[in-house]
Every structure is written in structure tokens, then in C-alpha cells.
């Protein structure tokens, strides 16, 4: 049986409204009523996705200083891989433009696979580190890459 286009279509908008709300990372995402800190995105050095370093005192009493910054480096470094010009990367391209981007449907670009490695950082420090201290990191990729958001689970939006 074939469903009609606009169930299929509907139904990848519902998966993409989830991801958007934050309820596409592991262990669903924040209370919408807590506390979020937010860190911004550095332009310093041109628009490639690059985060802030500073850290905000919002999370002095809840985290150390090198555990943040140690996830926003890491972050950073993920980003600049994933944006790094290779022969690969150009190779790939060309493949996908001389295949009409066909080549997308059998494989996974460079990007993704950065993303995903982002994604599985982002829940590894969620469970090691921001949990047990009452935070939760927010995947960037779930925020258009604008911003790190972090929710403090037990305060209130002020």
C-alpha cells in the first residue's frame, strides 16, 4: 500500500519538529521551564563553528572550569575536522557532483560523520559529567550550530 506524499512528507516534519525541540538526544531534552545558560558562537576568527570559551557564571557553583572548557575545546575540535579541507573532502564532492548527488542516498558525507561523532560527545559528557551535577548539555546541531545551550535542570527560568 502506498501512503499519499504529503503523510510521508508529514511525517518526517514531525521527526524534524522533535529534533528541533531538543527530543532528538539521548535521554530527551531539558524541563522548558529551568534555567539555560548559553554560550555563544566565536566569530573572531571567521565563521567557521567555533564556541566561546569564557566561562559563565551562571555554572560556578555547579561546574569546574576545565571541565567546561575541555568540552568546548573538544567541540571545537570536532567542528574544525569536520570543516577541514582534504582531498577527501573534494574528492567526495566532486563524486556527488558528477553523480547529480545521488551519491548522498549510499553514503554518509564527512560532515555527518563529524556531526554524529558531535552527537555521541555530546551524551557522553550529558552522562559522565553535566548529569550528576543537575545540568544538561544541549547538542549545538539541535540550535542551528548558533549556539552551546546548558539547562540547569533544578532552577527555575528567571
Known amino acids: 500500500m502506498r501512503l499519499p506524499v504529503f503523510a510521508i512528507f508529514e511525517g518526517n516534519h ?11 538526544q ?17 566569530y573572531s576568527e571567521g565563521t567557521m563553528v567555533k564556541f566561546q570559551t569564557r566561562f559563565p557564571t551562571e555554572l560556578e557553583s555547579r561546574l569546574d572550569r576545565q571541565s567546561f572548557e ?8 570536532y567542528f574544525a575536522e569536520a570543516e577541514r579541507p ?9 563524486l556527488a557532483c558528477i553523480t ?13 560523520k563529524c556531526l554524529r561523532k558531535v552527537a555521541k560527545f555530546v551524551s557522553e559528557q550529558n552522562d559522565r ?11 549545538p546541531t539541535t540550535r542551528g550550530l548558533r549556539l ?3 539547562s540547569v535542570l533544578d532552577r527555575p527560568a528567571s
Request: with cysteine.
Open 14 to 24: 514531525a521527526a524534524l519538529e522533535d529534533m528541533a525541540a531538543g527530543r532528538g
Open 26 to 42: 539521548a535521554g530527551g531534552g531539558p524541563p522548558p521551564n529551568c534555567q539555560k545558560v548559553f554560550i555563544q558562537r566565536d
Open 70 to 77: 575541555y568540552t568546548i575545546n573538544q567541540l571545537n575540535s
Open 86 to 94: 582534504s582531498c577527501r573532502t573534494y574528492c567526495e564532492g566532486c
Open 100 to 112: 547529480g548527488y545521488l551519491l548522498y542516498i549510499c553514503k554518509e558525507t564527512h560532515y555527518e
Open 129 to 139: 559529567v553535566y548529569k550528576p551535577r543537575g545540568l544538561l548539555l544541549t547538542d
Open 148 to 150: 552551546i545551550e546548558i
